[in-house]
């Protein structure tokens, strides 16, 4: 068991500066001992900037410092596969950004290579440990409206949406690095909320895709959960007004929140209350600690490799790719 854990980041781009990076120095038993980008320029002026004693322009030179016992990997979704499988077969924890891969063939992959391993992985779906949506969670767990009936979810974009991160290479409306559109880079924190609050998905009953140009997906799906809740999202990347929410209905009254608010809205029994939080200054710190506290084998994985898989299959049959899903 490791006593301390020494990350390694793979992509020290937009991602790592502010919502992740800073994360892993300044968690307790937890350090950022070197960092990875192509661009050595860019990759030193982060290692200066952060304080990071080494740096390199090589992935498999990052995996091999033997310094090194865990890997973030925050490059684009192509590569996630590849540094992941390479990262625990040099016997290193690996924390992936989300899309965890481009599709379900390559999540089956990776879900296998780490069954077959001794390494912990962890997802990071990091909406899960941000006080909005634990409130949601802690409500939902309380029984507060009632037994569930549905959940909804509504994504309405204009082209200038302001919730995809921007790039120099906008890479995200290019299927082969992305795995998709802009559904590709929002939806897996949505679909993974929507699990993790409700479950084991019994079965997929409806999923429609337009392409409206190759970043703006019009996608939609309907699921059951095997409790009984019906789900249903839409996300339009096209639209003519912004709009980002989430309602979910009980027999006694409904909770509603936006994904990226920070606010939610309890009716019960006629009476509202409103429910106000501020996320932390770096996002992603809250799964970070919590990944740490599981390589460190103080608490259960915050999100499992397994897990990712049925967003991944959930996504794919979303934009048609395919017809059949099992949960297994």
Same mark, same amino acid.
């Given at each position: 068991?490791?006593?301390? $854990?020494?990350?390694?980041?793979?992509?020290?781009?937009? *991602?790592?500066?502010?919502?992740?990076?800073?994360?892993? #120095?300044?968690? =307790?038993?937890? &350090?950022?001992?070197?960092?990875?980008?192509? +661009?050595?320029?860019?990759?030193?002026?982060?290692?200066?900037?952060?304080?990071?004693?080494?740096?390199?322009?090589?992935?498999?030179?990052?995996? =091999?410092?033997? @310094?090194?016992?865990?890997? #973030?990997?925050?490059?684009?979704?192509?590569?996630?596969?590849? #540094?992941?499988?390479?990262?625990? +077969?040099?016997?290193?924890?690996?924390?992936?950004?989300?899309?965890?891969? @481009?599709?379900?063939?390559?999540?089956?992959?990776?879900?296998?290579?780490?069954?077959?391993?001794?390494?912990?992985?962890?997802?990071?779906?990091?909406?899960?440990?941000?006080?909005?949506?634990?409130?949601?969670?802690?409500?939902?767990?309380?029984?507060?409206?009632?037994?569930?009936?549905?959940?909804?979810? +509504?994504?309405?974009?204009?082209?200038?949406?302001?919730?995809?991160?921007?790039?120099?290479?906008?890479?995200?409306?290019?299927?082969? $690095?992305?795995?998709?559109?802009?559904?590709?880079?929002?939806?897996?924190?949505? $679909?993974?909320?929507?699990?993790?609050?409700?479950?084991?998905?019994?079965?997929?009953?409806?999923? &429609?895709?337009?392409?409206?140009?190759?970043?703006?997906?019009?996608?939609?799906?309907?699921?059951?959960? !095997?409790?009984?809740?019906?789900?249903?999202?839409?996300?339009?990347?096209?639209?003519?007004?912004?709009?980002?929410?989430?309602?979910?209905?009980?027999?006694?009254?409904?909770?509603?929140?936006?994904?990226?608010? +920070?606010?939610?809205? @309890?009716?019960?029994?006629?009476? &509202?209350?409103? #429910?106000?939080?501020?996320?932390? =200054?770096?996002?992603?710190?809250?799964? $970070?600690?919590?990944?740490?506290?599981?390589?460190?084998?103080?608490?259960?994985?915050?999100?499992? *490799?397994?897990?990712?898989?049925? *967003?991944?299959?959930?996504?794919?049959?979303?934009?048609? !790719? &395919?017809?059949?899903?099992?949960?297994?």
């Amino acid at each position: 068991m490791e006593s301390r $854990i020494n990350w390694g980041i793979i992509g020290c781009g937009e *991602v790592a500066e502010v919502k992740s990076g800073p994360a892993f #120095y300044k968690i =307790e038993r937890s &350090s950022l001992i070197t960092v990875m980008r192509r +661009n050595e320029d860019k990759v030193i002026d982060f290692a200066k900037r952060h304080g990071v004693a080494h740096w390199t322009t090589s992935a498999t030179k990052l995996i =091999e410092n033997e @310094l090194v016992n865990s890997v #973030y990997i925050a490059t684009p979704p192509s590569s996630h596969l590849e #540094y992941a499988l390479q990262a625990i +077969n040099a016997g290193k924890n690996v924390y992936v950004e989300k899309p965890m891969v @481009l599709n379900s063939q390559e999540a089956q992959i990776l879900l296998d290579a780490v069954n077959g391993s001794k390494v912990k992985a962890t997802i990071a779906h990091y909406r899960r440990e941000l006080p909005v949506f634990l409130k949601v969670k802690d409500l939902l767990d309380s029984n507060t409206i009632g037994k569930i009936i549905s959940a909804e979810i +509504n994504i309405q974009q204009t082209s200038n949406t302001s919730l995809i991160a921007k790039t120099d290479e906008n890479w995200r409306t290019n299927p082969e $690095i992305s795995g998709g559109g802009y559904f590709h880079d929002i939806a897996p924190h949505q $679909i993974d909320l929507m699990c993790y609050y409700f479950g084991v998905v019994e079965h997929i009953t409806k999923a &429609s895709r337009k392409e409206k140009g190759i970043s703006n997906q019009d996608v939609s799906g309907e699921l059951l959960f !095997k409790n009984g809740v019906n789900f249903s999202g839409n996300w339009d990347f096209n639209a003519l007004e912004d709009k980002d929410e989430c309602k979910i209905q009980g027999e006694r009254g409904s909770i509603s929140f936006s994904f990226y608010g +920070n606010t939610v809205i @309890l009716v019960k029994d006629g009476e &509202s209350e409103s #429910y106000h939080y501020e996320n932390p =200054e770096h996002v992603q710190q809250p799964m $970070i600690e919590k990944t740490v506290g599981y390589f460190l084998g103080n608490n259960p994985n915050p999100c499992s *490799v397994k897990e990712a898989v049925i *967003v991944t299959h959930i996504m794919d049959v979303f934009c048609g !790719k &395919s017809y059949k899903y099992k949960n297994k």
